[in-house]
């Protein structure tokens, strides 16, 4: 069965500093990937996702992610980390025998400092 | 409605109690999840409706979880007889048409089972 695993529970930056979040994914590759973000008291909504073609994605908020089969990962990044870019941070990928089912990593807290 | 709605968002219970729970998804969405997310754990999936089909129930933990999903809209999540190891978020997520698509999701019921 498909798994996901986040590395780093928490990830603590400086403002302007890159941010790295990282999802590996189990050795099946996996349709679609996805990576939620969740605000403080707001509900999880979609960062960016991958289904086909360019392998590097764009999504909102200058983050983007790279999906590298050769290393199953899938790692969000953005340049200059900002203030309001801190909340929680999930990578999910689709189940291979159940498309329409993510698996969800554990997810990763991005705290930033000023 | 606007977005994906559920209610109540926070439900305190007695051990051996039944819950219940409601989401009401966006409208004209035919595929609705289930997912239960505990404190530092990412989301555990549950359940998945699309239109008439046959859920798929795999995730439910044990027998005394069930969900329908009445008229193709509103579902409702039960759990029997709750027993502390219950307590978490229960979220619900709506998309167009499942496998690929951006999941919505709801704000979430906390449930709390002394």
């Known amino acids: 069965a498909q798994s996901v695993t986040q590395l780093g529970s928490h990830v603590s930056v400086s403002e302007g500093a890159l941010v790295l979040l990282r999802c590996n994914y189990s050795?099946?590759?996996?349709?679609?990937l996805f990576w939620y973000v969740q605000y403080p008291n707001q509900g999880l909504q979609l960062l960016l996702k991958?289904?086909?073609?360019?392998?590097l994605v764009k999504g909102i908020n200058g983050f983007e992610a790279e999906f590298k089969k050769s290393e199953t990962s899938f790692h969000l990044t953005k340049p200059s980390a900002h203030m309001s870019d801190a909340a929680e941070y999930f990578c999910a990928v689709s189940d291979g025998d159940s498309s329409y089912k993510l698996i969800f990593g554990s997810g990763t807290r991005l705290l930033v400092r000023p | 409605g606007a977005g994906v709605s559920q209610s109540p968002s926070n439900k305190v219970t007695e051990k051996g109690k039944d819950v219940e729970l409601r989401c009401d998804p966006i409208s004209g969405h035919t595929a609705l999840y289930w997912y239960r997310q505990s404190l530092g754990q990412g989301l555990e999936f549950l359940i998945y409706?699309?239109?008439?089909?046959?859920?798929?129930k795999s995730g439910l933990p044990s027998d005394r979880f069930s969900a329908e999903r009445t008229g193709g809209s509103v579902s409702t999540l039960t759990i029997q007889r709750t027993q502390q190891e219950d307590s978490a978020v229960y979220l619900c997520?709506?998309?167009?048409?499942?496998?690929?698509?951006?999941?919505?999701f709801g704000s979430g019921t906390q449930l709390s089972v002394l």
């Open positions: 991958y289904t086909t073609g360019a392998t």
């Open positions: 997520a709506s998309s167009l048409s499942g496998a690929g698509e951006k999941l919505f």
């Open positions: 409706f699309q239109g008439n089909s046959a859920p798929d």
């Open positions: 050795s099946s590759v996996p349709p679609y």
